[in-house]
């Protein structure tokens, strides 16, 4: 069964520095896909980025980027110029489907300070 | 709408109880999902609609849970005889197309079941 796992419950940012959050997984698969989203206290996820495994060029959005280590099987997100309107709760998830189902890792609980 | 609606926000039953839990995705989306939300669990798969047939409801986690869509739109989530485990955030999303290259998934906020 694929796992993903995320190694850190908190972590904290200082308004306009820069944060990464990990995450791991576990697959036998050649092609997948990996998402970050997005949690705020209204409980509605959003999509921040995603990644497809077959691509070697990391994805970017705007202040947010990923690190994809394919054969590390890890997928970090990193956050330029945090912003008070970043935190939330992160989920790293990953799926071998061509649809949907996926699978969430723990979360990690962003707080960024003023 | 604008984006999926999820109904009620909120509720609270009693164990024994059944509930349904509503799901209106964006208009014209034809892939649907439902997840739960639990302390326990994290975040759980529990079903996907392609149009009104489910060809993946694998993560269904008993025959106490069941759920249809019709007319390629709105999704009930029912729970019967409501366990006190059953007590979790249910998410629905909406994604326009059935494939995941090209297209986007969209949650709701979510129903906040409480079994008591």
């Known amino acids: 069964a694929q796992t993903v796992t995320q190694s850190q419950p908190e972590m904290s940012v200082q308004e306009a520095e820069t944060v990464t959050l990990s995450c791991t997984y576990d697959t036998s698969e050649s092609d997948y896909y990996l998402f970050w989203y997005k949690q705020p206290p209204s409980r509605q996820m959003i999509l921040v980025i995603r990644q497809e495994a077959y691509k070697q060029q990391n994805a970017t959005e705007n202040r947010f980027s990923v690190n994809f280590q394919k054969a590390a099987k890890s997928f970090s997100l990193k956050i330029s110029d945090s912003q008070l309107g970043d935190a939330a709760m992160y989920f790293c998830?990953?799926?071998?489907?061509?649809?949907?189902?996926?699978?969430f890792g723990q979360g990690t609980i962003l707080t960024v300070h003023p | 709408g604008a984006g999926v609606s999820q109904s009620p926000s909120n509720k609270v039953t009693e164990k024994g109880k059944d509930v349904e839990l509503r799901c209106d995705p964006i208009s014209g989306h034809t892939a649907l999902y439902w997840y739960r939300q639990s302390l326990g669990q994290g975040l759980e798969f529990l079903i996907y609609?392609?149009?009104?047939?489910?060809?993946?409801k694998s993560g269904l986690p008993s025959d106490r849970f069941s759920a249809e869509r019709t007319g390629g739109s709105v999704s009930t989530l029912t729970i019967q005889r409501t366990q006190q485990e059953d007590s979790a955030v249910y998410l629905c999303?909406?994604?326009?197309?059935?494939?995941?290259?090209?297209?986007?998934?969209?949650f709701g906020e979510g129903s906040w079941l409480t079994v008591v």
């Open positions: 999303a909406s994604s326009p197309g059935t494939r995941l290259a090209g297209n986007t998934i969209y």
């Open positions: 609609f392609q149009g009104n047939s489910a060809p993946d």
């Open positions: 998830a990953y799926t071998r489907t061509s649809y949907g189902k996926l699978t």
